[in-house]
């Protein structure tokens, strides 16, 4: 199951607004911040619910100036395996990719 979205937006602004009012996650929104705002070329973390485990992940990649990534894992047996690797794109949990062109900060 694997998505991916492009966007292209015309500011850092405007992504803040997408993840607000499409991803509408507080989790994702303070990852996304860290490599916005802070500068930082990555930025992931390990959440876990009550029925499943996710992953976040944001990051700049080549010309990609933001690319997000959210897997998804409902068994919660990937856990400890996360810990330690964090998964990747032959994970057949991965649930969405977003990658986003931004013209200026």
């Avoid at 500011?11 to 303070?30: C, T």
């Avoid at 959440?47 to 990609?64: A, P, Q, T």
């Avoid at 949990?93 to 990658?99: G, R, S, T």
Wanted: with cysteine; charged share 45%; proline share 2%.
């Amino acid at each position: 199951m694997h998505k991916r979205v492009f966007k292209r937006l015309e500011n850092y602004k405007a992504v803040e607004e997408y993840f607000k009012d499409e991803i509408k996650d507080k989790n994702a929104l303070d990852l996304m911040k860290k490599v916005l705002f802070d500068e930082e070329d990555e930025a992931y973390s390990l959440i876990e619910n009550e029925d499943s485990i996710r992953f976040l992940k944001f990051y700049r990649s080549g010309s990609c100036e933001l690319c997000y990534e959210e897997y998804i894992d409902k068994s919660k047996e990937k856990f400890e395996m996360w810990k330690k690797n964090p998964p990747n794109f032959r994970d057949q949990a991965l649930k969405l990719e977003i990658i986003i062109e931004v013209k200026e900060k």
